[in-house]
Structures are given as C-alpha cells and as structure tokens.
C-alpha cells in the first residue's frame, strides 16, 4: 500500500504556547501510526525546533517546514534554508502551495528549484498543485495541473520523483467551506497519477503518494481518503482543532 498522510498545515496561526498546546493534546490521542501511515505537522518556522523535540523518539511522525528557500545560504534576509532545516532534523516541507503562488509570485520554475534542493538534502517535498474556481469553471483543470506538473516535477529522475508527496488542492476549495466532491478530487488525482505513468511509468505512478486537500474535515475525510488514488490530505483549518484532527488521522487507510 502507499503511504498514507495525514498533514496539518497551520500556515500563520497560533502562538508558540497554543501550538504547543495544540500538538501536545493530539499526540496524546492518536495511536503510533501504521507501518505505512505518516502524520505531518507543518508548523510556523518559529515553533520548529519546539515541535521536533516534542514529537523526539515518536515513529511515523514528523514536522515539516511551510516553506524553503532556492539557494543553499547568502543575503536572503528572512528566508528558510535546507541547511537550517536539517540542523533541526526537519525532514518534510511544503513547497508551491497555492498561497505561497498567489501572494508571493511563485513560478513553476521557481518552485522546480526549491524542488531541487530539497530532495538533494533529503528532505521530502509536499510539492502543492491544483487550479483556481475560472479554470474549474471553464473546465480546463487537467491541462492547468498538468503544466504545474510537467514545469516543476517532471524534470526529475523516476528515483527522485518516488520521494515528493504531490497535495492536489483545488484552489477554490481551500479555506472557502467548499470541498470538491469525492468523486471530483477522485477523477482529477487519478489524472495526476496517469500523468506521472505516461512521463515515467505505471509502477512508480503507482507508489507515489496523492494528497487531498482543501476544506478537509472531520465529517468527509473517510469518504475522501476511501477513494483509490486518495492517499491522506493536506489539511489547513481542520489542523487548528484537536479533535478534528484526531479524527481525520484516524480516517487514514
């Protein structure tokens, strides 16, 4: 089976005493994750080394950085680098989420590069796609992640492509109460995974884990996370809330 993830992003939100607050409280409800099973926590890059002392010794959960930047160190004032993260043993980062494009002018060039550099310091990518409500409604969905794809990950080697986790989250999807139906973020992460198999081939689309998110809570993740090429979901608001996090972990196959 591939492995299954549960990620909390809790983008710009908590102080150091809540998010410690926060993190404690739901590792002391989950269970250890499963052999294939992972629980992310991508947290404020203040609260890092907070969060992986916390999470010390645990198996199947990690912390993961919001962001990183393209270059390995230099006058870039208030940029993350691989460096820093590894020194802190942060494994996981989210590169190329829909906010990080729209409020900071993120190309997909841009996040190729940050791509690059992550994986050549072993850090795993949670590399973000999916497209905005004109695209949706125009229906050209397929050709908008397709190029998200092809421009930022499909310049990789199919050894180097097994190690990104790819988080499809439809943009109007994303913080707006809308999510997109089962059967929506089910036909648009089987595209994903026939894009991968065309570009390489069937059996490493086949390992490669397909996030979902966007909206994801409680009450949908099992229905969600149920469908064949749904593999867990990069979840922002639900994170904030210990029992709807506990539960959308607890959803996983």
């Not at 993830?5 to 908590?14: C, E, R």
């Not at 916390?54 to 199947?60: A, P, V």
Request: with cysteine; charged share 25%.
């Amino acid at each position: 089976m591939r492995t299954q993830i549960a990620a909390a992003n809790w983008k710009m939100n908590l102080t150091l005493q809540e998010g410690e607050a926060l993190l404690k409280g739901i590792l002391s409800k989950i269970q250890e994750p499963k052999t294939h099973q992972r629980v992310v926590f991508a947290v404020p890059a203040p609260y890092l080394q907070a969060a992986a002392n916390m999470i010390k010794g645990k198996k199947n959960i990690h912390i993961s950085a919001q962001n990183i930047y393209n270059k390995k160190s230099g006058a870039y004032t208030g940029e993350i680098s691989v460096d820093m993260l590894r020194s802190i043993n942060i494994d996981y980062t989210i590169i190329g989420h829909s906010e990080r494009r729209e409020y900071f002018n993120e190309s997909n060039t841009f996040l190729a590069e940050k791509i690059n550099i992550a994986l050549a310091n072993d850090i795993c990518p949670i590399f973000c796609c999916g497209e905005p409500l004109s695209v949706r409604e125009a229906n050209k969905q397929d050709a908008f992640v397709a190029k998200q794809l092809e421009e930022s990950l499909f310049h990789l080697s199919a050894d180097a492509l097994k190690k990104v986790v790819i988080a499809y989250e439809p943009i109007w999807a994303i913080g707006t109460g809308k999510t997109a139906t089962s059967r929506q973020a089910q036909e648009i992460q089987q595209y994903l995974r026939s894009l991968i198999a065309k570009k390489y081939d069937a059996k490493i689309a086949d390992e490669i884990s397909i996030l979902y998110g966007g909206s994801v809570k409680a009450a949908n993740a099992k229905e969600l996370f149920s469908q064949p090429d749904i593999d867990g979901g990069l979840v922002g608001g639900a994170s904030l809330v210990e029992d709807e996090f506990v539960s959308i972990i607890s959803a996983l196959k």
